[in-house]
């Protein structure tokens, strides 16, 4: 009786565990009752634990022979499991509602990326790496004030309560850009807005919002408890919720500081390279690129004469991996071209004025992203009914369509005489705004 009521907890409950959690993740219904099916089983490495528990004397002998009959039978029996679910997912999709379906197929559709970075994993990861990065921050600056300023001022004051406040005061102005960033950091941003205005991630991005408010009132929380008593704590991290509500501002520029200051140093490619003295006086040898609007490309050296115009020498140019030492006059300029010039600061600057691209010819760059946007087909859509061809998303909005899923099944890049139906899940790729006005 206990190895059927076991191997009965286990197909139902691994079925419904494993199952609901591959549904969550975005899986479609079908796939996630085959997972359950094909995970209901005990592996061998049950033996190991019940061999442990009975070495150990924490668990009673009879578990040892149910655990291996249980694991035995349930590995017997996941073939047919597996073969069984294909019948039973085709009935429990069939025999629930229309309107279920539906919806578990939006979820499914929206949860699911065709091999694109989408907003919900760049917010993802940059969550997660500012998270654990002021994280470590923040608890390194709590043990250098437990370990070192706080004994330091015990010891000053001989137990005063100065010496408290005063550790307090340090370790707070210390900690709060990296309890600012903690929990307000790339949370309002842009990207997080249109997450935001999807139902799927609301919810979710609030979670995520509390819980990082939370961890940075328990780093507060576990400063103060080394500290003090534990009302004492309550009532001073009260207080100084409210310091950092009300100079939270001040806070926030003295974090951009830091945080602006160390990517600076940070991309530094250590020390600049070293140039030979190559000019005589206040001339001196300096570096240009020339850029591909500029309109001295396809000429020669003789054509451009920058010696009379502006005064300078070119001593190099390097294309790539070739490297023209005292070019001739004969020399074409092309894009990309780095030029090693020889003058004063007024001579470089008037080379500079000639090599800048003449702006009348310079098109104004329009701020064009292309994203991968997914648009889904309802009744009223201006693209149900009709076919690739004619839908004209490509004039519409700038888009072409990549992908198309239906009932499960994924089309990537569509023939055109495809034609759109009600409840499609079309992946576009074009101008983000365009595509939400016209096509969504």
């Given amino acids: 009786l206990p190895v059927t009521i076991i191997i009965l907890v286990t197909v139902v409950g691994k079925l419904f565990s494993s199952g609901l959690g591959a549904l969550i993740s975005g899986q479609p219904l079908k796939t996630s009752i085959q997972t359950g099916l094909s995970l209901a089983q005990i592996g061998e490495f049950s033996f190991i634990i019940a061999t442990l528990g009975m070495t150990l004397n924490v668990t009673s002998s009879f578990l040892y022979p149910i655990t291996v009959a249980v694991s035995a039978i349930t590995t017997f029996t996941t073939p047919y499991l597996i073969k069984f679910s294909f019948p039973l997912s085709a009935k429990v999709t069939a025999s629930l509602p229309k309107k279920w379906k539906d919806n578990l197929d939006r979820y499914s559709a929206a949860t699911q990326s065709v091999s694109a970075v989408s907003n919900w994993q760049l917010f993802l990861r940059s969550y997660i790496v500012n998270t654990v990065i002021h994280t470590i921050f923040s608890i390194a600056v709590i043990i250098i004030s437990s370990r070192y300023i706080y004994p330091f001022f015990a010891n000053q004051s001989e137990g005063a309560t100065w010496g408290i406040v005063a550790t307090i005061i340090i370790t707070l102005v210390m900690l709060s850009p990296f309890l600012y960033a903690l929990s307000f950091r790339n949370l309002y941003s842009g990207t997080v807005k ?205 888009g072409i369509v990549v992908g198309v899923e239906r009932n499960g099944q994924r089309i990537v890049n569509p023939e055109s005489n495809w034609v759109f139906q009600e409840n499609d899940m079309v992946w576009v790729v074009g101008d983000h705004k365009k595509i939400k006005a016209e096509l969504k």
């Fill in 194 to 398: 249109e997450l935001l205005s999807e139902k799927l991630y609301r919810n979710l991005i609030l979670v995520m919002r509390v819980f990082r408010h939370v961890l940075a009132v328990a780093l507060l929380m576990g400063l103060l408890t080394h500290i003090l008593s534990i009302t004492a704590a309550l009532v001073t991290l009260v207080v100084i919720l409210i310091i950092l509500l009300i100079f939270r501002q001040q806070i926030r520029r003295n974090y951009m500081r830091i945080e602006e200051r160390f990517l600076t140093n940070f991309n530094k490619n250590g020390a600049e390279e070293s140039v030979p003295v190559l000019a005589p006086w206040d001339a001196h040898f300096t570096e240009i690129e020339v850029k591909s609007e500029s309109a001295v490309i396809g000429k020669t050296l003789e054509e451009l004469k920058w010696r009379e115009r502006a005064g300078i020498n070119v001593a190099m140019i390097t294309r790539g991996q070739i490297i023209i030492h005292i070019p001739s006059r004969d020399t074409v300029v092309y894009p990309g071209d780095k030029l090693y010039i020889i003058g004063t600061d007024t001579q470089i600057r008037k080379i500079n004025s000639i090599l800048r691209p003449d702006k009348s010819l310079v098109q104004i760059e329009d701020q064009y992203q292309p994203s991968l946007e997914k648009v889904l087909i309802r009744q009223e859509s201006i693209l149900n009914g009709k076919s690739l061809r004619e839908s004209n998303i490509r004039d519409l909005a700038e």
